[in-house]
């Protein structure tokens, strides 16, 4: 669908009314700890206590409960692995919709748990296509053909209508901000929130967050369009799409102050200090925008910040990926080949005067070959501190260990990591 000649109409007002029974007016909360460290005051709001844990609750239900009585009675459709599919499974259930979802077969089935408890005996489900973009194009071929409404995740504007009351919640305690963070990834929270704040608080400035991994909306403003990146980091599942919506990118292009692309290494380690100072659980995507700060952190002096926090969906199953992708990041864990003598206690020598005494090894693989005077191996080693890494190559030089940095290898660190 091409964007309409005459802008449209929104009425995040009415919105909202229309969102009262199935949409929690979550906290804005100020939290001590990020205002002490960056000298400001920093509000988070709590989209990941949505009853679905996540915002996008508010733009599925937006979007399908303003249908016509025909179209409810027809059903919806949606393809989503993720948040999407949660709210949409959530917005069936309240209104009464029968609705059906596609999701791809390799969803973990933590994933198609969640949504089937959402959505209860109003939805079904679909398990097909490898990718998303398989199981999305059987979803709009079924739609079709049965005569059905698709609920996309962010390019219409009913459901950027949804994601903007965001905004409304947040300026009813905060009056004129100075900033706004908003995670980005198909632009449907951050073209409602822009839209919102152009209409009622116009001096706040809206900085938008994406996974350095997949800067879509980044790609759109320098091409003037949405664009398709050839290849993305899904890692931050939330917010890794491939190309942005074409009306959220022309809400949003002229309102956004700022992109800022943060690192997933950074990601990991906020969610890890939110878990572990705040008791606050996110999922990559929800860490975003409290990542962002640091990356931000010379503007923010004395200023009034709101960073959203979109969702907390994270399966426990990868919080270790997340603990190796923020040591890795903090520069605190390092792998190694490093080439043995094979010889009796050359494994100790390495241990005893190689290491510091506040270095750890955490992996190990020895792997013996034909050669009989020396024998590689795969050494994981984690540090305390980032300045011990010098102090380890050092006393490798001096001792005349051979070795290759994995980390600074990236072909080598995925095959081996």
């Known amino acids: 669908m091409s964007p309409p000649e005459t802008p449209h109409i929104f009425n995040f007002e009415a919105a909202a009314e229309r969102l009262k029974p199935a949409v929690l007016n979550t906290p804005l909360q100020l939290n001590a700890s990020l205002s002490a460290k960056y000298k400001c005051k920093v509000y988070l709001k709590r989209e990941d206590l949505q009853v679905v844990r996540s915002y996008k609750i508010r733009g599925a239900y937006n979007m399908i409960s303003q249908l016509s009585l025909k179209r409810k009675t027809a059903g919806v459709v949606c393809a989503s692995a993720g948040n999407h599919a949660q709210g949409f499974a959530w917005s069936c259930k309240?209104?009464?919709?029968?609705?059906?979802?596609?999701?791809?077969?390799?969803?973990?089935?933590?994933?198609?748990?969640?949504?089937?408890?959402?959505?209860?005996?109003?939805?079904?489900?679909?398990?097909?296509?490898?990718?998303?973009?398989?199981c999305l194009k059987e979803a709009l071929d079924y739609t079709a053909e049965n005569s059905k409404t698709f609920v996309p995740p962010f390019d219409d504007f009913r459901v950027i209508e949804?994601?903007?009351?965001?905004?409304?919640?947040?300026?009813?305690?905060?009056?004129?901000?100075?900033?706004?963070?908003?995670?980005?990834?198909?632009?449907?929270?951050?073209?409602?929130?822009?839209?919102?704040?152009?209409l009622k608080s116009p001096r706040t400035r809206i900085i938008g967050v994406e996974p350095e991994g997949a800067p879509s909306m980044v790609a759109a403003l320098k091409s003037g369009k949405p664009v398709i990146l050839d290849a993305i980091d899904k890692f931050v599942d939330g917010a890794a799409v491939k190309k942005v919506g074409t009306h959220t990118f022309e809400l949003a292009k002229d309102r956004i102050h700022k992109m800022i692309l943060a690192p997933e290494g950074l990601v990991c380690s906020t969610i890890l200090k939110l878990y572990n100072e705040d008791a606050i659980v996110v999922e990559p995507a929800g860490a975003l925008s409290v990542a962002a700060l640091e990356l931000y952190k010379d503007h923010l002096k004395g200023k009034t910040v709101v960073c959203i926090v979109s969702g907390s969906n994270n399966d426990i199953s990868r919080m270790q990926e997340i603990m190796e992708r923020s040591l890795l990041y903090e520069g605190l864990k390092h792998y190694f080949l490093v080439r043995f003598p094979q010889r009796a206690g050359a494994l100790r020598h390495f241990v005893n005067n190689v290491l510091g005494p506040d270095d750890d090894i955490t992996r190990f693989e020895f792997i013996k070959k034909s050669n009989r005077e020396a024998g590689p191996a795969l050494v994981g080693i984690e540090m305390k501190a980032p300045a011990d890494y010098a102090v380890l190559l050092a006393n490798m030089k001096k001792h005349k260990v051979a070795f290759t940095e994995v980390n600074k290898h990236e072909s080598l660190f995925e095959y081996l990591i």
């Open 94 to 134: 309240s209104l009464g919709i029968k609705g059906v979802i596609f999701m791809p077969t390799p969803t973990p089935k933590q994933k198609v748990n969640q949504v089937k408890m959402f959505g209860g005996e109003w939805i079904d489900l679909v398990m097909t296509g490898d990718t998303f973009d398989d």
């Open 162 to 198: 949804g994601q903007g009351t965001v905004a409304l919640e947040i300026l009813q305690k905060v009056e004129n901000p100075d900033f706004i963070f908003v995670p980005v990834g198909g632009g449907g929270l951050i073209a409602g929130i822009s839209e919102v704040a152009r």
